[in-house]
Nanobody, 127 residues
Framework: QVQLVESGGGWVQPGGSLRLACAASGRSFSRSTMGWFRQAPGNEREFLAAARMSGSNTQYADSVKGRFTISRDNAKNTIYLQMKSLKPEDTAVYYC????????????????????WGQGTQVTVYS
């Protein structure tokens, strides 16, 4: 059974930083694509970042480019999302996701391309 478990969420003041982690178990995603989405109350799930677990292909949403960085540790079957310069509008539940496929760049931002999802971790930004 595949599981994705997020950690690292919490409360942070505006301008602060957090690092989320997502550990996958049940299968290897070394030839797949993993990523991060978020969903705020009343909003649709929003793409943030994704990366092929092999190679160097990464994609970011314009809203987080330059502030968020996705990275991976294939040996641990884990991805990370380093977030800096956080804003109150970044408050949301953050979800880790994985595809069974190695996605091309133009499809990474579509939630329908992913097959596995974590339970989510809450990130709250307020002073």
């Amino acid at each position: 059974q595949v599981q994705l478990v997020e950690s690292g969420g919490g409360w942070v003041q505006p301008g602060g930083s957090l690092r989320l982690a997502c550990a996958a178990s049940g299968r290897s995603f070394s030839r797949s694509t993993m990523g991060w989405f978020r969903q705020a109350p009343g909003n649709e799930r929003e793409f943030l970042a994704a990366a092929r677990m092999s190679g160097s292909n990464t994609q970011y949403a314009d809203s987080v480019k330059g502030r968020f960085t996705i990275s991976r540790d294939n040996a641990k079957n884990t991805i990370y999302l380093q977030m800096k310069s956080l804003k109150p509008e970044d408050t949301a539940v953050y979800y880790c996701t994985a595809s069974s496929l190695s996605l091309i760049s133009s499809t990474m931002r579509f939630s329908s391309q992913y097959h596995y999802w974590g339970q989510g971790t809450q990130v709250t930004v307020y002073s």
